[in-house]
């Protein structure tokens, strides 16, 4: 895809190609185009930020404008290697940040179409609960565990990309992979489950039902709430179905607005979307184990909520 007489043609003819020929401005923006969405959702689970992710791509496509095509065999693997690049580097901008965040830190939710929840590696790649174990790592060991387990990038590629040895990148691999599957859940849980169990904990919700909070919430779940600084949130994980259940059925009483809950999919995972008298006040997401939630992860930072409104295109290819 690198020759330089089939650029050539390609120009004459006025089409893009999606491939690493795409010389001049034309070219290379049907190029980058192609892969734009594949792009965003690799900066994205590498930082946790839809609006850091955007200006990851906005980087990328800079430095991707300025590349002689002629040297560039793949153009996905080149592209998602100036990417990661963008993203290590934008990841320490981030570590300072969440140092002096106000309260506990939740990834940045996207609202994604239907469909997305139905393809099981994406949507498991996206979940909160999986990212929130993606903040344990390292910031190497984030970016190949990324690349290897949700787009299976090649080891040479990944190595290229994070400035280590193809051998020195497999090590990371399987030293990211472990820690990942001691913290994940035990079993993938499908849409349809994660459905049934969000809409027995929506009706207990519009109702203030203790009784059936604690019914579809396991006894070790844990909460975490993101208000920023800005809205009201437990300012640090609450564990345990008692505890859990009676905050949120005491503020539920205690609300002198009509509360309504609608079903979303956030991430690409099903999740709940609370309003407060009409207005968007958060995004619940879950994790399902068992049939009950065993972590739920409610984002209350209006500064956090501007990709709620309207889906985010995301794609693994």
């Known amino acids: 895809m690198s020759d330089q007489h089939d650029q050539a043609r390609a120009d004459e003819t006025g089409t893009d190609q999606a491939g690493a020929d795409g010389a001049g401005a034309d070219g290379a923006t049907g190029v980058f185009v192609a892969y734009r969405n594949l792009l965003f959702t690799v900066a994205y689970e590498m930082l946790g930020s839809a609006a850091d992710a955007e200006d990851v791509l906005q980087e990328a496509w800079l430095r991707w404008v300025k590349v002689d095509p002629g040297e560039v065999r793949d153009a996905r693997a080149y592209l998602i290697r100036i990417v990661t690049r963008q993203a290590l580097n934008r990841l320490r901008t981030l570590t300072r940040r969440k ?171 099903p999740a709940l979307a609370v309003r407060l008298d009409g207005e968007l006040d958060g995004v619940m997401a879950v994790r399902v184990e068992d049939g009950r939630i065993t972590g739920l992860y409610y984002v209350r930072n209006p500064a956090k909520l501007t990709r709620v409104t309207s889906e985010t295109p995301v794609s693994r290819h």
Not at 124 to 129: D, G, V
Not at 193 to 206: C, G, K, N, P, Y
Not at 219 to 247: C, F, N, S, T
Request: no cysteine; proline share 6%.
């Open 99 to 269: 140092e002096s965040y106000v309260g506990p830190w939740l990834p940045e939710p996207v609202l994604t179409a239907p469909d997305v929840a139905e393809d099981v590696e994406l949507a498991e790649s996206m979940s909160m609960a999986l990212m929130l174990v993606l903040e344990t790592l390292s910031p190497t060991e984030r970016a190949v565990f990324v690349l290897r387990e949700a787009f299976e990038v090649d080891y040479d590629d990944i190595a290229e990309a994070v400035g280590k040895s193809p051998a020195a990148v497999r090590q990371i691999a399987y030293r990211a992979r472990r820690h990942v599957d001691a913290r994940r859940p035990r079993r993938a849980v499908s849409a349809a489950e994660t459905r049934t169990v969000l809409d027995s904990f929506r009706r207990a919700l519009e109702s203030g039902d203790l009784q059936g909070l604690l019914d579809v919430l396991a006894p070790e779940i844990v909460l975490i709430g993101d208000g920023g600084g800005v809205k009201h949130a437990v300012p640090r994980p609450m564990v345990g179905a008692g505890k859990v259940g009676r905050y949120i059925a005491g503020g539920i009483a205690r609300a002198k607005v009509s509360v309504s809950v609608e079903p979303a999919v956030v991430n690409g995972n």
